[in-house]
């Protein structure tokens, strides 16, 4: 581990997420995939329950990597606002793995980040009328997004919970402002089980939602 250049850029690697580096992550998820080959044709229930045991933390895993590699990317805008939006009580489908607020020449920007690890695809949501799916990356993806942060907010409020400051300044970042949107997976190591970068995906920018 070290420091490796990404996009012309210097970033540092040795970042940690839940106390795992990326190479550890690596490691061990190699470990567990062997562990899971030598009992994936039992029917013993020990082994049944202890498969199901590894495939949690195999993907577990896989989500510490993508949301490590979303840090990775982050760290690399220099006097930037990473912020880690949360409702604080544990759910993700309703949000953004990391946003990132900023400047150039004096221009404030906005960038979010989607962490997807272990070469995960891209995931779908229901479109704003509930009618079709929209794949992530796309606008009807965004605006579906937004709508849904929007109610979690407004049901949070009705019921008497607070809602985080971060995640109502985020939704009034969307309602306001243009993103950039890059979803990061797949981190890639070498033949020595080292970290040597990721694929990145860049998608078209993303406008605030209409109505919004």
């Known amino acids: 581990m070290g420091e490796i250049n990404l996009d012309g850029r210097t970033i540092d690697v040795n970042a940690q997420y839940t106390g795992k580096s990326l190479d550890e992550i690596n490691a061990l998820r190699d470990e567990i995939r062997l562990q899971k080959a030598?009992?994936?044709?039992?029917?013993?229930?020990?082994?049944?329950?202890?498969?199901?045991?590894?495939?949690?933390?195999?993907?577990?895993?896989?989500?510490?990597?993508?949301?490590l590699l979303a840090e990775a990317l982050?760290?690399?805008?220099?006097?930037?606002?990473?912020?880690?939006?949360?409702?604080?009580?544990?759910s993700s489908n309703i949000n953004l793995d990391r946003v990132v607020q900023y400047q150039v020449n004096d221009e404030i920007r906005w960038l979010a980040i989607e962490a997807k690890g272990g070469g995960s695809g891209l995931g779908k949501r229901l479109t704003v009328d509930k009618q079709h799916y929209a794949q992530q990356g796309s606008q009807q993806n965004w605006d579906s997004l937004y709508k849904d942060m929007v109610s979690k907010r407004d049901?949070?409020?009705?019921?008497?919970?607070?809602?985080?400051?971060?995640?109502?300044?985020?939704?009034?970042?969307?309602?306001?402002?243009?993103?950039?949107?890059?979803?990061v997976s797949k981190a890639i190591y070498d033949q020595a089980g080292r970290f040597a970068g990721f694929t990145k995906?860049?998608?078209?920018?993303?406008?605030p939602p209409p109505g919004s």
Request: hydrophobic share 35%.
């Open 201 to 207: 995906s860049v998608f078209p920018s993303k406008t």
């Open 155 to 183: 049901s949070m409020e009705q019921r008497g919970i607070q809602v985080p400051a971060q995640m109502d300044s985020l939704i009034s970042a969307m309602k306001q402002n243009s993103f950039e949107y890059v979803v």
């Open 38 to 67: 030598a009992i994936t044709d039992s029917t013993a229930p020990a082994d049944i329950e202890e498969y199901k045991r590894l495939d949690k933390l195999h993907r577990e895993l896989s989500e510490a990597e993508g949301l």
């Open 74 to 90: 982050a760290d690399t805008y220099p006097n930037a606002q990473v912020i880690t939006p949360t409702w604080g009580d544990g």
